[in-house]
């Protein structure tokens, strides 16, 4: 198993928690919070704290997803730069081009007898 597939799996695995912790919150505020019936008071570890807690949790993973979509750049198969361009570092070889030639006589380019210019 190499390194870009570790980081693909945990990418999935950080991308499904994302989704589920943001379809459990409310977009009105609710969320959790008001299906438990939690008022205004504020209980320590309770229900008050569970939009804390969520959105918390919301901002970590986009955070933790960001940096593992741009570690997995560096691990990509092949992305090593090995392929260098031979004119950027002035290989001196020649490449032939065969030269052809037209495979129409030239008489056949002429305009026909009738035709004005």
Avoid at 2 to 17: G, H
Avoid at 54 to 64: E, M, N, Q, R
Wanted: charged share 15%.
């Amino acid at each position: 198993m190499n390194t870009f597939t570790i980081f693909l799996i945990l990418i999935v695995l950080v991308a499904f928690l994302l989704i589920v912790v943001v379809m459990v919150q409310n977009p009105k505020g609710g969320g959790l919070s008001s299906s438990f019936g939690g008022g205004g008071t504020q209980q320590l570890g309770g229900v008050k704290k569970t939009t804390d807690f969520l959105d918390k949790s919301t901002w970590a993973l986009a955070t933790l997803l960001l940096a593992l979509i741009l570690a997995s750049n560096f691990a990509i198969p092949g992305a090593g730069g090995a392929q260098d361009s031979k004119i950027i570092n002035g290989d001196d070889t020649e490449i032939s081009i065969p030269v052809t030639t037209p495979d129409t006589p030239a008489e056949d380019t002429a305009t026909p007898e009738g035709a004005t210019e």
